[in-house]
């Protein structure tokens, strides 16, 4: 990564200065690794449970950096046709039509077939060029002229074939494409791969990248995120509902409420005028945090005892 594409990050306390300025409420950790990232020129492996904001930290990082964010999201199966480039196939096939048409002034003079067959590879040339190339979002990243900043979305959803592809990318920010050759980047992107912890990375591709863990923020740094996202708040009432959703993570639920979930929370209790936690407005509004019928049903009796711990 050329660092000059980008404006310069100076410090560790100058990132998290400007996280917060657009909302993203980050641990020193966090902020050490991104600036880290920047200067070591490495891709960043973000893990951690889902919704602990692992993808609004790429997001965040453009807006800081000022510069284009390109997404691809991992699936199962995904290919290089999806993920690196493809041929735009309808082009090429009204080119061989117009070719075809042309075909009579194209050989017109030709003396025997070698010098026939040499004016149709010179147009054979073309048929596989740049401008019939379809970028999709790796390619895509590499072509920005100042750089970009490329999130691998859910990277462990994707096979291990995938990863590989990944290998030559990630080392050199560079692809080879067999009717070019290899293309590099103007500007090498600032890489963000995410991951759910679904299956285990390969150990090739952690090597490529910082790590980073993302775990759930404690209360206090919970606190500050709904200060910042829903500042009408009244600061009693905030502590409770964060006190309240960390109690209800100990439980042994099939999907622990994420921190979009307690923001939600937040601004459904405003827009009810609430000022504080009971057991009736806390059962009336638990399907904004949960969102399995079932983990509903085994937290109703154990109300009480939360919204105790919680005031505790």
Known sequence: MHTQDFPQLASVQEIEQGFESFGYICSPKIATAVFLAFQLRKPVLVEGPPGVGKTELAKTTALLLETPLIRLQCYEGLDEA???YE???GKQLLYTQVLKEKLGDLLHGARGLAESVERLHQFGDIFYSEEFLEPRPLL??????RGAILLIDEVDKSDYEFESLLLEILSDYQVSIPEIGTVKAKAS????LTSNNTRDISDALKRRCLHLYIP???VELEERIIRSRVPDVDEQLRQQLVEFVHSLRQLDLKKVPAISETIDWARSLLLLHADKLDEELVSNTLNVLLKFEDDIEATGPELRKLLQSGSG
């Open 82 to 84: 999806k993920a690196l």
């Open 87 to 89: 041929w735009k196939y």
């Open 140 to 145: 895509k990243a590499m072509q920005q002229d």
């Open 189 to 192: 992107p600032m890489v963000f």
């Open 216 to 218: 759930f923020p404690t």
